[in-house]
Each structure stands twice: as structure tokens, then as C-alpha cells.
């Protein structure tokens, strides 16, 4: 089993959708867990941190479900501006792994 | 503050050649961090540090080194410049613990040649 999967995307929504993305890893003893944003060409930037009881920011939920080993990362009601990569990352004792990313695109 | 800044932008090196990717943080973190981003990939770890005079190897340190003299500087020096080191490098820098919120500086585009 690959040490994180995300699904690449693109996944392409309208205005106003939700959209969900997974982020799947590998070690159990994994620790902390982040959502990063990553405009085209640019630094990634933080989006948010993941808890086991959920992290809410306005129209942003993010996820994690220790059984499973996953994290999810939920937009509602998206914006053009929402169009990014959205890179999960995980600290695995001191291993620090990014996914590869998804790329969202909203359209009008 | 100017958080985490990084020269050159953008730079082509012929192979065999070296070079030193400057990164400066003014924000007085400890924890600071050079990852690779190669096209459509996530970006992978070279070397971190967990403060002045303290690295340690990540995922992928070959053909790479790093230094750490002070809190606010963090170097990589690529000394044999190779095809397989084409990337865009990203520094980045932590306050409370390794791999905990990271800012990242604006990366620098490598093309080797």
C-alpha cells in the first residue's frame, strides 16, 4: 500500500457545489494531519489542521477517521476562487509526507 | 515580517555544476524545511532542521546538503548538478514542532541542462 493516496482529480464542479476529497495513508501510528492549498505554480499554504473530532472554517470540514486510516477535506458551496490543489499531509514520526494532490476546478 | 523568503527565483544549471538555494526566515522559527516538487507530484522532503546547527536526512537527501548556522538561514547546496535534480524546491519553516503548520517561501525553479 503506497504511504498516502489521493484521488488526482481533476474534479470539475460548478459554482455553489459541494465537493469532497480523501486522502488515504498507510501507518497507523501516524500523527498530526493538514490540509494545504497550492495555487498553480505557487507555495503551498496552509488550509487547515485535522482532528479526530473534525475542524470546521466556514465552508471548509475536514475529517479524520483513524479506523479507516483517512482524512477528508469537504468545501461547500464553492467559489471560483476555491480552483486549487489541495495537498493533505501527514507527520509520521517524524516522516513528514505530502499526497500528490487534488486538483479541484470550479466553473461558472 | 517577509516570512519565508528564497533566491534565486529561477535558475538553469548545466550538469556537473553546483549551487547554493538561499532560505531566509525572519519569524523566528526553529523548525525549518527543504522539500522537491517534481510536475504533478506532491512535494517530498530533502532535509529539515530542528534548529541552528541541527539537520537531519528526509525522504530524498541524495545529492543534496544543507547547513544550519543560524535560526533565520537554512542553505541547500546541490554539489553535482544532475537532470534528475529539474525541480522546483520549496523551503519552508515551523514553529511548534517538526512537520507542524508550515509557511512556506515563494520555491525556486531549477532546470538542469
Known amino acids: 500500500r503506497k504511504e498516502v493516496e489521493q484521488d488526482p482529480g481533476p474534479f470539475n464542479v460548478p459554482e455553489g457545489a459541494t465537493v469532497a476529497f480523501n486522502c488515504t495513508y498507510s501507518?497507523?501510528?501516524?500523527?498530526?494531519f493538514f490540509w494545504y492549498r497550492q495555487d498553480c505554480r505557487k507555495e503551498p499554504k496552509l488550509l487547515m489542521s485535522?482532528?479526530?473530532s473534525g475542524n470546521e472554517d466556514g465552508r471548509f470540514t475536514a475529517q479524520l477517521n483513524r479506523a479507516s486510516q483517512y482524512i477528508s477535506l469537504l468545501i461547500r458551496d464553492s467559489k471560483l476562487s476555491d480552483s486549487a490543489t489541495y495537498l493533505c499531509?501527514?507527520?509520521?514520526?517524524?516522516?513528514?509526507?505530502f499526497g500528490q494532490g487534488t486538483e479541484l476546478s470550479v466553473k461558472p | 515580517n517577509a516570512g519565508v523568503t528564497q533566491t534565486p527565483k529561477f535558475r538553469i544549471l548545466k550538469i556537473g555544476q553546483s549551487m547554493t538555494l538561499q532560505c531566509t526566515q525572519d519569524m523566528n522559527h526553529n523548525y525549518m524545511y527543504w522539500y522537491r516538487q517534481d510536475p504533478g507530484m506532491g512535494l517530498k522532503l530533502i532535509y529539515y532542521s530542528v534548529g541552528a546547527g541541527i539537520t537531519d536526512k528526509g525522504e530524498v537527501p541524495n545529492g543534496y546538503n544543507v547547513s544550519r548556522s543560524t535560526t533565520e538561514d537554512f542553505p541547500l547546496r546541490l554539489e553535482l548538478a544532475a537532470p534528475s535534480q529539474t525541480s522546483v524546491y520549496f523551503c519552508a519553516s515551523s514553529t511548534t514542532g517538526v512537520g507542524e503548520t508550515q509557511y512556506f517561501g515563494p520555491g525556486t525553479r531549477l532546470l538542469v541542462l
Open positions: 499531509f501527514y507527520n509520521q514520526g517524524g516522516k513528514l509526507i
Open positions: 501507518n497507523s501510528a501516524s500523527q498530526s
Open positions: 485535522v482532528y479526530s
